[in-house]
């Protein structure tokens, strides 16, 4: 029988093998069951080849937090390029946002991480993430889109917030719904807040 060779990658590719196996795991046993002999084995590697690419658990979780961040901004600005205003870019990036999560629930996990460098990544992740919410909604204000005395960052920092209790209630509290469906009720909640309108709901003001 053939013995069977694997690949040779380079070391960023490990890394991401890595990385996408840390993630899969964490979906099935969560991040506090994951140890860096199961990701050896689920990589196909010895757990010393693992310390190779990433000197500890902490930092391979530091490198799953860019590969998130990355994948996810991706996403969101998809999202926003299909966009006919500053405000449907909004609506667009919640639900694009939402999916992410629904595919991907080991990810939301790691919001609720103890470990002080995670949380650093985290927050620089999240910070740059609301103000692209903010300049959004700065650009909806001047556009009449939405309340003229909006605090466009309280906002944004609110639409982080709605995605993060989302998630959590759904994805970790074991919620029966979708994760959509969820979101589907409150965001609208969110746009009358804000004093702004859903794009159904401008169609619908359209054809009166």
């Given at each position: ?65 860019h590969w998130a961040r990355g994948r ?132 619908g003001v359209a054809q009166k």
């Amino acid at each position: 029988m053939a013995k069977i060779v694997r690949q040779r990658l380079s070391a960023s590719e490990r890394q991401d093998e890595i990385v996408r196996a840390a993630v899969d795991l964490a979906g099935v046993q969560g991040m506090d069951n994951v140890t860096t002999q199961g990701i050896a084995d689920a990589v196909g590697v010895t757990q010393g080849a693992i310390f190779r690419q990433f000197p500890t658990k902490d930092a391979i979780w530091i490198a799953v937090v860019h590969w998130a961040r990355g994948r996810l901004m991706g996403v969101v600005d998809i999202a926003a390029s299909q966009a006919s205003n500053p405000l449907d870019a909004v609506e667009r990036i919640f639900f694009a946002h939402i999916g992410f999560a629904e595919k991907n629930p080991a990810l939301p996990r790691l919001l609720f991480s103890t470990n002080s460098g995670l949380k650093q990544s985290l927050k620089e992740m999240l910070m740059g993430y609301e103000q692209k919410i903010a300049t959004l909604l700065a650009q909806a204000k001047a556009q009449d889109l939405v309340r003229s005395d909006l605090e466009e960052s309280d906002a944004a920092t609110l639409f982080i917030a709605m995605i993060q209790g989302l998630v959590t209630r759904v994805l970790i509290l074991g919620v029966k719904k979708s994760l959509l469906s969820e979101a589907r009720m409150v965001f609208p909640i969110y746009l009358a807040g804000i004093g702004g309108m859903s794009a159904r709901e401008k169609s619908g003001v359209a054809q009166k």
